[in-house]
């Protein structure tokens, strides 16, 4: 159980260009998923925070206008980079946590896969 | 805010060997603490969490435990496999307590 799908897995766009990246949970509901962004060998950085029904909440330091975050549905959330340019290029992974009876800060996450965004 | 400092890699063993990736916190309050697992080319893994002093969390031979004393949650593993080649994360819960935080990551390269 507590699967998360991300799709696409790689996407190579040219510069200027959108990319929108799905983030699914296949078989639990989820009413809060976070984006990450992995640099190379480095750790991920929290960029955002995406709730259902809501404005997603962002990082210091993340431009929530470059980053598009819609979360429509309680087993969806999309991560749409606009205007892309070669420096987004990254490892973009979502995430999501199965809330138990008990606390969420005792849940762990589960990741989907992860997206290869490479910009030409 | 909250954070997690691990060792540094890679970390290049011998099949058989011994495991010890240090990962120390620092924390207001009492977050729960984890370890993921990276495979090349994919997302994490949860491997084990602790969520108070004193646990002890395990899994596919590897362990850790919450020290609220030394601020720490080392991983061992008694005798690494080749397929236990991967980066591992040291997390604990974010100050608002809903994402996690994670560590750098150590990449670990177990060779036959």
């Known amino acids: 159980g507590a699967v998360v799908s991300q799709h696409p897995s790689r996407v190579i766009c040219k510069s200027g260009t959108s990319v929108k990246i799905e983030c699914r949970s296949l078989?639990?509901?989820?009413?809060?998923m976070f984006w990450y962004r992995q640099f190379p060998k480095q750790s991920l950085m929290l960029m955002a925070t995406?709730?259902?029904?809501?404005?997603?909440?962002?990082e210091q330091g993340v431009e929530k206008d470059k980053f598009l975050i819609n979360h429509a549905s309680l087993t969806l959330s999309t991560l749409t980079v606009t205007s892309a340019h070669p420096e987004d290029s990254s490892f973009y992974i979502c995430?999501?946590?199965?809330?138990?009876?008990?606390?969420?800060?005792?849940?762990?996450?589960?990741f989907g896969n992860g997206t290869r965004l490479t910009v030409t | 805010g909250n954070s997690v400092t691990q060792m540094e890699g890679p970390v290049t063993l011998s099949e058989e060997a011994f495991l010890t990736i240090n990962c120390t916190y620092t924390?207001?309050?009492?977050?729960?603490l984890f370890w993921y697992v990276q495979y090349p080319g994919e997302g994490l893994q949860l491997l084990l969490k602790?969520?108070?002093?004193?646990d002890k969390g395990s899994n596919k031979g590897f362990e850790a435990t919450y020290r609220k004393e030394t601020t720490s949650f080392h991983l061992e593993k008694g005798s690494v496999q080749v397929s236990d080649s991967a980066v591992y994360f040291c997390?604990?819960?974010?100050?608002?307590?809903?994402?996690?935080?994670f560590g750098k990551g150590t990449s670990l390269l177990v060779t036959p």
């Open positions: 995406s709730n259902e029904g809501s404005k997603a909440t962002y």
């Open positions: 924390a207001t309050g009492y977050p729960s």
């Open positions: 078989d639990f509901q989820a009413t809060t």
């Open positions: 997390a604990l819960n974010s100050n608002s307590g809903y994402a996690l935080n």
């Open positions: 995430s999501a946590r199965v809330l138990t009876g008990g606390s969420s800060y005792n849940s762990p996450l589960h």
């Open positions: 602790a969520t108070k002093a004193d």
